[in-house]
């Protein structure tokens, strides 16, 4: 389950907990239905607002990226495989010794393996999110409909 269906289910959680909190007030169904979908207009905008700062974020990363590239540096072109490269000789090395029954101590390959764990999912992992989330998007985006039999407008 990606990022973007936590938040939404979350949003429709909290939508569907103040919707029964509404249902609980002694008032006319109409007010009621008023302030439902009062309700459900400002949790719609705040699905709005969070995909926005999203694809902002990865606009900032994708030009940062850009740029990068850009560079006549050879260093800057690279440095994100030659840091993944080292991360994983470092680990590597720190792997060899436990088949000789000699003990590292577990604090540096922790390390290593949270470096480890970012450079990967940096690396391998930010184009795969970016595509994931173009096509997750129109899941995502989908108001707030309280009509409907799954809550989602079609």
């Known amino acids: 389950m990606n990022f973007f269906n936590i938040i939404s289910n979350a949003i429709s959680g909290v939508g569907n ?31 709005s607002q969070i995909i926005d700062s999203q694809n902002n974020l990865e ?15 050879w260093l ?3 440095i994100r495989p030659l840091t993944l490269i080292f991360i994983l000789i470092m680990f590597t090395i720190s792997a060899i010794p436990s088949a000789f ?12 393996k949270g470096w480890g764990e970012l450079a990967f999912a940096f690396y391998f992992g930010g184009r795969s999110f970016e595509k994931i ?10 108001s707030i409909n309280r009509n409907t039999k799954n809550n ?3």
């Open 152 to 154: 989602i407008d079609k």
């Open 101 to 112: 029954n000699i003990n590292i101590g577990s604090s540096y390959v922790e390390i290593l």
């Open 17 to 47: 907990a103040i919707s029964n909190i509404v249902n609980s007030f002694n008032a006319p169904d109409e007010q009621k239905n008023k302030l439902k979908n009062v309700i459900d207009s400002q949790l719609n905008d705040l699905k």
């Open 133 to 142: 989330i173009k096509v997750t998007k129109g899941n995502f985006g989908r």
């Open 59 to 73: 606009k900032e990363i994708t030009e940062r990226l850009k740029i990068d590239m850009q560079s006549d540096s």
């Open 76 to 78: 800057s072109k690279n």
